[in-house]
């Protein structure tokens, strides 16, 4: 526990090294964070921090863990669905005793309390193994980065950039079509194709990013290997596409726009796949497939590796 | 090289030599035409293809000259996509129906000796076998000019456009023409914009024509995102070159030197069949430099979409050929005028570029004397949702709703209460009372909906209307690009009213609120993705109010279809303790023993319908009702 405890940084410390000012709402959030459990979301902070102090906004628990991520005391992770988590950097440095600001707040209406609190502030009520030891959400993360691209394949790609963009004549006014093109090959737009071909077009980055992010073609993200995609197309929805999409989430375990964490399948809807007298239709690595029962939902996942 | 040099043609003589050749070589032949539309790709038309072809060549090598007319061809999209895979014979006009991989073989010998397979013919209502396609009632009451030659034509080849007659209009236009003459034909017609506004096309090609500055852009516009809607889908991937020849013409009319078709990423064979088509139509001579030797240039360039609904709207698919996020633009000028680079530029449908060979060809009298006096032509719809036979029709303008439904559609499955949306999400939801107006562009906005590109949803007795009002307006409000602030609010919004009343939380101001906020939109919005999004709301509320009112007084969903306002139970009296929902349940939500009644937990129940449908017919226990407390339960149909 102990041990635990001490690869803590001293957070006051810190922040005065950063000369950053320790306000109440701040000792608040930083005394609920080190109460909370080992993984925690803004939102679980802010809960309570409420509690501690009660005129605390949400917007400041935000600003907060922004701070102490920059100054390297949280590390960020990625939940499935997308949302950060946060727990505490594991660091080499001291945990100092004057961190205790939970019992200072709780006397902040005795002012006499209070200042006898602060001479004898004790050490950090600090568990951090109080719940779930929940490393996986980090894992993604470190999933993700693997799937960033390695420098001697970068040097490989650059030429197969270079031949889209030359087969659409180094025109600005096709970025999208090159953008099409990567897509399909990548399956997802990789970032330094999208700075190698701002530079090459002298397109600013902004304006490739506003197109990636517009089209519901591109992704800014990996997908998986095969693809499923559900029509939700009027003729496919007054038939029971809702009902279709419902039993693929709940084999897949992901939600439209997802893809599972072994990067093997990705969910997406479509406003129509123009087959509407077989709906409601589910296509599935090129082939589509109308109204198939969770039996032959199963067998089809399972047999596709 | 030289070969290329020798396919191009100079002139009409040319042409007209090589359509006769091209028909005598086709004389005596008989076709096997299998449709390789999505919707019969789906039931593996692409094997019986396969099939047949192997079939085909093992028989000439036993027999050549007993096989030497067939000839087998992949076409694009015959519409009758409810009995897919369609394999129609020609000339004879043999059509069979939902032929499986079983029978390819037996098809192609029977066409070879010269009978027809009895048991794959369409059986009418009174039990009789019909033959030929022209007589089974979903094509007899159609009249299918743009969509008639697309089960005779192979996409991928110039050779059979040209043969039924393709590239006469361009050869009538470019040598016999001028290009005023062929803006006054084309106003003459009456031809108005089929992708959904109606604009008479005849005009708009003249404000560009008249327009002051140079160059000028012709586009096509492909972008097809109507859900329940794949007309322009089909024209492109089954008979490409008639959408090229259009625009070739309005090009000479124009005068514009470039063209552009923005066709969707998501239709990969539309892509690949026009890249191919404009290939062959530039070895040929009808594109590129001094066209048929009339000193007329054109080009055309493919642009992919890469799915936005909102990149359909006229300027913002110009924004987006221009590399930009395809955003609708402020129109103070027509894009006619300041279109695309700030150029004068003519943007048409799909289906309305399909037309201008016809009417050059025929005579714009000849076009007017189909369909109404206010519209005149045909127009593609793509019928489906409940009606019997879904598929891709194409009906002279003026036929009643009723006619395409019942006639055409043969009915609807469940019957009772029809409703049919038009337009798309754009559009409104009509009325049983309404089916006998005329689909006509002016008689359609009159009852509140419109005409929209050609999707005819027909719905049944077990559509709830606000879920699909609701479904609609969240369509809209996931496509709205957000450069408006009426638009992304606005609907934004709607979604959330309809979330509340959908799950039994709605109250009765939230309906003059959606009242109130469709004004809005249709007043202040950019551009007509939002500014249309009131029909949906403005027609569900004056026909089906009462849905509305169900849903929020009572907490019940007379459709059953909200799931938050619709519960399952098994009634102990019928349950014979099969333990067939259970294994069924995805959720785990129903126990029970065997041979002892089953029962639902309700937290757990999902709504997803699974035990209804695994309940054997003989014991039907498992019952749908809907209210939101015990109290409305009462309400309960089976």
Known sequence: ?305 | MQAQKEKIIKSPRELNQLKENLQLQFQGKKVISICAGTGCKAYASDEIFSIMESELSGMQKADPEKVKNIVLKKTGCHGFCENGPIITLHPEGTCYIKSRVDDAKEILQKTVDGSIVTRLLYVDENGTPVEKEEDIPFYKYQKRVILENNSKIDPSSIEDYIRLGGYRALAKVLTGMTPEGVIEEIKKSNLRGRGGGGFPAGSKWETTKNASSNPKYVIVNADEGDPGAFMDRSILEGNPHSVLEGLIIAAYAIGSNQGFVYVRQEYPVAVSNLSEAIKQAEEYGFLGQNILNSGFEFNVKIHRGAGAFVSGESSALMSAIEGYVGEPRLKYTHTAVSGLWGKPTNLNNVETYANVPYIINNGADWFLGIGTKGSSGTKIFSLVGKVKNTGLVEVPMGITLRDIIYKIGGGVRGGKNIKVQTGGPSGGILPEQLLDLPVDFDELYKGGSMMGSGGMIVMDETDCMVNIAGYFIKFLADESCGKCVPCREGLRQMTFIYDRITSGEGTVEDLSLLEDLSVLLEGASLCALGGTAHNIVKTTLKYFREEYEAHIYYKTCPAMVCSRLTYYTISEDKCSGCRLCVKSCPVNAISGELKKPHIIDQELCIKCGMCIDVCPEKFNAVVKGTGKTEKTRQFETV
Request: with cysteine; proline share 5%; hydrophobic share 35%.
């Open chain 1, 1 to 305: 526990m102990q041990n635990v405890k001490k690869q803590f940084i001293s957070v006051g410390r810190s922040l005065k090294e950063k000369q950053i000012k320790l306000t109440n709402p701040r000792k608040a959030i930083i005394s609920s964070i080190l109460e909370s459990k080992n993984i925690f979301t803004p939102e679980e902070i802010f809960i309570k921090s409420v509690k501690l102090y009660p005129d605390i906004g949400i917007a400041t628990v935000y600003r907060t863990i922004k701070l102490l991520e920059e100054i390297k005391l949280l590390d960020r992770g990625y939940r499935d669905d997308g949302k950060p988590v946060y727990k505490l950097a594991p660091s080499s440095q001291k945990l100092k005793e004057e961190l205790n600001f939970k019992e200072e707040l709780k006397s902040l209406e005795n002012r006499k309390a209070r200042k006898r609190q602060k001479k004898t502030a004790g050490i950090l009520p600090v568990d951090i193994n109080s719940e779930g030891n929940d490393d996986r959400y980090f894992e993604v993360k470190n999933e993700n980065l693997k799937k960033e691209i390695k420098l001697e394949e970068l040097v490989s790609d650059i030429s197969n950039i270079d031949r889209v963009i030359l087969k659409h004549e180094n025109s600005k006014g096709n970025l999208i079509q090159m953008l099409i093109d990567f897509q399909q090959q990548y399956n997802w737009l990789p970032k330094h194709v999208l700075f190698y071909v701002g530079k090459k077009l002298d397109v600013p980055l902004t304006q490739i990013y506003s197109i990636a992010s517009f089209y519901t073609f591109f992704n800014l993200e990996p997908k998986g290997k095969y693809q499923v995609v559900v029509c939700a197309g009027t003729a496919c929805h007054v038939r029971g596409s809702m009902s279709l999409l419902q039993r693929i989430t709940s084999i897949l375990k992901i939600k439209p726009g997802g893809t599972t964490p072994d990067y093997r399948f990705s969910l997406d809807t479509v406003n129509c796949l123009g087959c509407c007298a077989l709906g409601p239709v589910m296509m599935f690595d090129g082939k589509y497939y109308s109204n198939p029962p969770a039996r032959q939902l199963e067998k089809l996942f399972e047999s596709s590796n």
